[in-house]
């Protein structure tokens, strides 16, 4: 948490040779993305070497600008703020992180694009402090999307099937001959987690 330090290119071409770093997270410099600087460009270009998808972050980032980041190869973004900018992302192919941290929350400005976009849309926390976590994390966003009367199939989508099949996490989908990584919930409307298994 202390600021001050760089991470060049050079360091970015080290950290993604190892097999458990699965992306390159997250392109806070939107403007060196969209206006082609050449630093940023490098580590954009190292994580397609090694085949791994690239964060997002782009707050307010729409119209040209928007295609211009896209077009680097950023696939996702979790600073959407407004139901029009992250439809926008979701039209122009991205995905979309709803995130609900313990400052930024986002949650209600865009969960009403998950029924019609669920393939597209994952949950995220972003700077969720510790205290918050104890209280819950993903297992909360769940239970406020079947509140609104969401579909618990396409709610479980966002929160379990898209993260792991985009990052190419090796987590199962209980699916035969996956690894055995669940959680057992109360019921499907509180998601009141019970026990896990890993």
């Known amino acids: 948490e202390t600021a001050g330090a760089i991470i060049n290119s050079n360091d970015i071409a080290q950290l993604l040779q190892n097999p458990d770093i699965k992306y390159l997270t997250e392109m806070m410099n939107y403007p060196g993305v969209i206006f082609n600087d050449e630093e940023v460009h490098k580590k954009l270009r190292l994580a397609k070497q090694y085949n791994k998808p690239i964060d997002g972050h782009a707050p307010g980032v729409t119209g040209t600008d928007l295609d211009a980041y896209i077009a680097a190869g950023i696939t996702t973004d979790h600073e959407c703020f407004t139901y029009n900018e992250g439809l926008e992302k979701l039209q122009k192919g991205m995905k ?23 393939e597209n849309i994952m949950f995220c926390s972003d700077d969720k402090h510790p205290d918050d976590l104890m209280l819950g ?8 999307a079947i509140a609104k009367n969401i579909n618990v199939f396409k709610v479980l989508q966002a929160a379990c099937v898209n993260p792991v099949k985009h990052y190419g996490l090796e987590v199962g989908l209980l699916q035969e001959g996956d690894l055995a990584d669940f959680i057992v919930v109360e019921d499907l409307v509180h998601f009141k987690t019970l026990q896990t298994y890993i």
């Open 96 to 118: 979309l992180l709803i995130r609900e941290g313990s400052a930024a929350k986002n949650f209600e400005a865009l969960i009403d694009l998950l029924p019609k976009h669920f």
């Open 137 to 144: 994390h993903i297992n909360q966003l769940c239970a406020r």
